[in-house]
């Protein structure tokens, strides 16, 4: 196995040309003010199916060959990596289908359907949808593309570090939401790249610090799924491609509360005019409430996706 690298990112870049939304960096005076920081914003909620989870899974499906395209692309996700391979495979005229965890939120559930996705549904804390998912890669001959633990994945993801920092200009700080570590991976692979003293911190759900426990102890720690309203960060541990970047690259991991995750929900609807999901949230809450120094420093957040129901939005944000 050979380490990423920049490079790939850029073949990445290029596969996405005219398929992925270059989206907007915002900045808001009012962050400034609070953080004490020069903040910007990539606004992967406005990508492509609502998240950035898009370019990865269009990266990974541009790679297939003409039997896998044949045969079809199988996936298990929370949501967005349903949405994404499902609307990426559509676009591609490749067939796709998908294992859900039951209690997946309504919007991603319905919106996977929508664009194309066979929905295959299991129980996320009896059942082992990694196990279920090769089972079926095996029966049906589909490829399996998981969420974050994938070379090309990771790739794709860093598209938009990529992209922020060609706009932004160079960066002190890059934050960054953190799952599985597909988007953590690729936008240090892009940031230390193009900007190798812009330090690179992950942000998980206080609740769910598999990654800050494993990036301690040197190696990937396993933890019972958390109880969070980050449902895209609802994982118990870090992919082993993503670790290894993570390893090399990143320099922390830091956590936020769900308490600090509904507040920064609100900042960006009342104050920014974007909707963003409670996973997409997390980078932006490290810096919106102190949990790391900004004051003085250019800072790209990646804000990560915007999809939530709008029952649950407004519950979160009244
Ligand atoms: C998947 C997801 C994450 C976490 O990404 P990983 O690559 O798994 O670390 C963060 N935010 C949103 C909105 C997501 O969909």
Same mark, same amino acid.
């Given at each position: 196995?050979?380490d990423l690298?920049?490079?790939?990112?850029?073949?990445?870049a290029?596969?996405?040309?005219g398929?992925?939304?270059r989206?907007?960096v915002?900045?808001s005076?009012?962050?400034?003010?609070?953080?004490?920081g020069q903040?910007?914003?990539?606004?992967?909620?406005?990508q492509r199916?609502? &998240?950035?989870?898009?370019? @990865?899974?269009?990266n990974? %499906?541009?790679?297939f060959?003409?039997?896998?395209?044949? $045969? =079809?692309v199988l996936?298990y996700?929370?949501?967005n990596?349903?949405?994404?391979?499902?609307?990426s495979?559509?676009l591609?005229?490749?067939r796709?289908?998908?294992?859900?965890?039951?209690?997946?939120?309504a919007?991603?559930v319905?919106?996977?359907?929508?664009y194309g996705?066979?929905?295959?549904?299991?129980?996320?804390?009896?059942?082992?949808r990694?196990?279920?998912g090769?089972?079926?890669?095996?029966e049906?001959?589909?490829?399996l593309i998981?969420?974050?633990d994938?070379?090309?994945?990771?790739c794709?993801?860093?598209t938009?570090?990529?992209?922020?920092i060609?706009?932004?200009?160079?960066?002190?700080?890059?934050?960054?939401?953190?799952g599985?570590?597909g988007?953590l991976?690729?936008?240090a692979l892009a940031?230390?790249?193009?900007?190798? &003293?812009c330090?690179?911190? @992950?942000v998980?759900?206080? %609740?769910?610090?598999?990654?800050?426990?494993?990036?301690r $102890? =040197?190696?990937?720690?396993h933890i019972p799924v958390?109880?969070?309203?980050a449902?895209g960060?609802?994982?118990?541990?870090v992919g082993e491609?993503?670790?290894?970047?993570?390893?090399?690259?990143v320099d922390?991991i830091v956590?936020?509360s769900?308490?600090?995750?509904?507040?920064?929900m609100r900042?960006?609807?009342?104050?920014?005019?974007?909707?963003?999901e409670?996973?997409?949230?997390l980078?932006?809450?490290a810096a919106?409430?102190g949990?790391?120094p900004?004051?003085?420093?250019?800072?790209?957040?990646?804000i990560s996706?915007?999809?939530v129901?709008?029952?649950a939005?407004?519950?979160?944000?009244?």
């Amino acid at each position: 196995m050979t380490d990423l690298t920049y490079a790939d990112i850029e073949a990445a870049a290029e596969r996405l040309r005219g398929a992925a939304h270059r989206t907007p960096v915002l900045t808001s005076r009012t962050a400034n003010a609070r953080s004490g920081g020069q903040l910007f914003f990539k606004a992967e909620n406005l990508q492509r199916m609502g &998240a950035f989870k898009f370019r @990865g899974a269009y990266n990974a %499906l541009m790679r297939f060959d003409a039997a896998q395209r044949a $045969a =079809g692309v199988l996936t298990y996700s929370s949501g967005n990596h349903a949405q994404a391979i499902a609307l990426s495979a559509s676009l591609l005229g490749i067939r796709s289908a998908i294992i859900m965890p039951h209690d997946a939120p309504a919007l991603k559930v319905a919106a996977t359907r929508e664009y194309g996705g066979e929905v295959i549904t299991y129980d996320r804390y009896k059942e082992d949808r990694e196990e279920i998912g090769r089972r079926l890669a095996a029966e049906r001959g589909m490829t399996l593309i998981p969420p974050y633990d994938h070379p090309d994945v990771i790739c794709g993801q860093g598209t938009a570090a990529k992209e922020l920092i060609e706009d932004a200009g160079a960066l002190d700080l890059l934050l960054v939401c953190l799952g599985g570590g597909g988007l953590l991976a690729g936008c240090a692979l892009a940031a230390k790249a193009l900007n190798p &003293a812009c330090r690179v911190i @992950g942000v998980e759900p206080e %609740l769910g610090n598999d990654g800050q426990q494993s990036l301690r $102890a =040197g190696r990937i720690i396993h933890i019972p799924v958390p109880d969070t309203i980050a449902d895209g960060a609802k994982v118990t541990h870090v992919g082993e491609h993503n670790f290894r970047v993570i390893q090399r690259l990143v320099d922390d991991i830091v956590t936020v509360s769900d308490a600090q995750l509904i507040e920064t929900m609100r900042f960006f609807a009342e104050r920014m005019k974007i909707v963003v999901e409670p996973t997409g949230c997390l980078a932006a809450a490290a810096a919106l409430h102190g949990v790391v120094p900004v004051a003085g420093l250019r800072v790209g957040v990646l804000i990560s996706g915007g999809n939530v129901d709008l029952p649950a939005f407004a519950r979160f944000v009244a």
